[in-house]
Antibody
Framework: EVQLVQSGAEVKKPGESLKISCKTS????????VGWVRQMPGKGLEWVGI????????RYSPSFRGQVTISADNSISTAYLQWSSLKASDTAIYYC???????????????WGQGTLVTVSS | QSVLTQSPSASGTPGQRVTISCSGG????????VNWYQQLPGTAPKLLIY???QRPSGVPDRFSGSKSGTSASLAISGLQSEDEADYYC???????????FGGGTKLAVL
């Protein structure tokens, strides 16, 4: 059974660093892209970026490039999303999800983590 | 302002058929398949439709997807109270080289 289990809720102050995780199981971690999606309070879904654990190829949304870092550890089938200096505007739920690629024009997220609530407040 | 445009809200009564639309452009819906996600209150999104009109295992056939040109639609027939949720369309965008979502449609079952 495919599962993505995310780390627990975090409360941080502006300027602090943070790394949240997405531990996967039930499939070959190295052969599927894993993406991150942000949902700010009461708002819609926004794509943050994606990583292919097999070769660490990483892509970022222009809105998030330089603001976050996505990484993966194949040895423990876990993907990460990290910030070096949090802002209040980073307050949101962050979801990880497995991406399936059917063809060059057909991709989708089939399994999702439960979400990690990140609260940044002074 | 989302790249893909959805109506913010939709509603229907039990048993009715409702349609949710998603409008994009040549670089996204016009070039790539569309996926739909359902987000029940307080839960993670769930894949509802992939590749324009395919249902994952376990999704009832009351849910169907279609696409024409740069627009896509999600239809829900035999509306049920448990269908009350937010629905998002999504597609890859060649110009942004990334995934784009619609702003979401909140469906109310009256």
């Amino acid at each position: 059974e495919v599962q993505l289990v995310q780390s627990g809720a975090e409360v941080k102050k502006p300027g602090e660093s943070l790394k949240i995780s997405c531990k996967t199981s039930g499939y070959n971690f190295a052969t599927y892209w894993v993406g991150w999606v942000r949902q700010m309070p009461g708002k819609g879904l926004e794509w943050v970026g994606i990583i292919y654990p097999g070769d660490s190829d990483t892509r970022y949304s222009p809105s998030f490039r330089g603001q976050v870092t996505i990484s993966a550890d194949n040895s423990i089938s876990t993907a990460y999303l990290q910030w070096s200096s949090l802002k209040a505007s980073d307050t949101a739920i962050y979801y990880c999800a497995r991406r399936v690629v059917l063809a060059r024009t057909a991709y989708f997220f089939d399994f999702w983590g439960q979400g990690t609530l990140v609260t940044v407040s002074s | 302002q989302s790249v893909l445009t959805q109506s913010p809200s939709a509603s229907g009564t039990p048993g009715q058929r409702v349609t949710i639309s998603c409008s994009g452009g040549r670089s996204n819906i016009g070039s790539h398949t569309v996926n739909w996600y359902q987000q029940l209150p307080g839960t993670a999104p769930k894949l509802l439709i992939y590749s324009d009109n395919q249902r994952p295992s376990g999704v009832p056939d009351r849910f169907s997807g279609s696409k024409s040109g740069t627009s896509a639609s999600l239809a829900i027939s035999g509306l049920q109270s448990e269908d009350e949720a937010d629905y998002y369309c999504a597609a890859w965008d060649d110009s942004l080289n990334g995934l784009v979502f619609g702003g979401g449609t909140k469906l109310a079952v009256l």
